[in-house]
Every structure is written in structure tokens, then in C-alpha cells.
């Protein structure tokens, strides 16, 4: 059963299961329609419904984003999944970068923070869905195994839907 959460409960676990997994699948819309997702590393801050990436100023995805700020980030760690939706946007903000650079985003870029060939790329996350596995990959198998000799359903853990709308976000 799914349900529909807008508690803190809600965002810690979509926090939780986003920080474990550290990398994710950044989805945005090509000019052309099509869904075009890539790898990306989420930069490290606390969730609070925002998540920060560092980009080449000239990549698709920064072209992407103006043409369509509209975008899919999903994550995967041990214990679940997460697929979040939101709007994109290159902003300029040299303390933020400053604050967000780190030895993974400096390995990808030659150049620093500030340099006008690294985009930092700012999500406004709006909803969220999570699933959150019981346990190891070993005892969703074996839940599995269960499932096929019970005829039951196997116990896939939680799975809720939260909607992102957070104080410290106006609505303008």
C-alpha cells in the first residue's frame, strides 16, 4: 500500500536512503522530448528538499536544464530506492560552491568552484517516492524463496510517496 507523506518521518527517510547511496541518476528532458539520464554525484549537504550538483558549464545537461527545468534524480543504495522530482536550475552562488567543493568534484574538474566552466546545478525537489527493502540483499532473496513456496506476496518492505512542500521554501 502506498501512502502519502508529508511528515518529517517522511523526509528523514528520503534523506537516509539518498545519503547512503551518494551517487545517483540524474534524468532531465532533451530538447528533442526524449528522457536522457546520467550519472551524477549528489554534493554533500544536509537534505532539507534541495540537492546541489557540480557540471560542465557546456554539457548537455546544463542546455537541458534551460530548455526544461523539469527533472528525475534517483538513488539506489543497499536498503532501498528513491526517485525524486523537482525543478533545475544553474545558479551562480560562489559561497555555495565554495561551501559544496570537495576531492570528488575537484577529481572531475581542473578547475576551481568559481571557474566560469563549472555549473553548480541547484534541485528543488517537490515530491518524492521511496522503497526501503527489510533488511541485507540476502533476505529479500530469501523473501522471495519464501513468496514461491507460500504462494504469498513477499514482504518488499516500505514503500510511501512524500510531497517535498518545506518551510523554508516562500511560494511565490
Not at 18 to 44: K, N, W, Y
Not at 85 to 96: L, M
Request: net charge negative.
Amino acid at each position: 500500500m502506498t501512502n502519502t507523506d508529508t511528515s518529517t518521518d517522511g523526509v528523514a527517510k528520503v534523506a537516509e536512503l539518498m545519503s547512503e547511496a551518494g551517487l545517483c541518476m540524474f534524468t532531465t528532458v532533451g530538447r528533442d522530448g526524449h528522457l536522457i539520464s546520467r550519472p551524477m554525484a549528489l554534493q554533500e549537504a544536509e537534505f532539507d528538499g534541495d540537492l546541489w550538483f557540480f557540471a560542465a558549464q557546456d554539457s548537455r545537461k546544463v542546455g537541458d536544464i534551460a530548455a526544461n527545468a523539469t527533472v528525475n534524480v534517483s538513488f539506489q543504495s543497499g536498503q532501498g530506492w528513491v526517485s525524486l522530482s523537482g525543478h533545475a536550475a544553474v545558479v551562480e552562488n560562489n559561497a555555495k560552491a565554495e561551501e559544496l567543493w570537495n576531492s570528488r568534484a575537484a577529481a572531475w574538474f581542473e578547475k576551481n568552484p568559481d571557474s566560469r566552466e563549472v555549473a553548480l546545478i541547484h534541485v528543488a525537489a517537490e515530491g518524492a517516492e521511496y522503497w526501503s527493502t527489510p533488511g541485507s540483499k540476502v533476505s529479500t532473496l530469501l523473501s522471495y524463496a519464501k513468496a514461491k513456496i507460500t504462494d504469498e506476496r513477499p514482504d518488499m518492505g516500505e514503500h510511501d510517496v512524500v510531497e517535498l512542500e518545506l518551510p523554508h521554501r516562500s511560494k511565490d
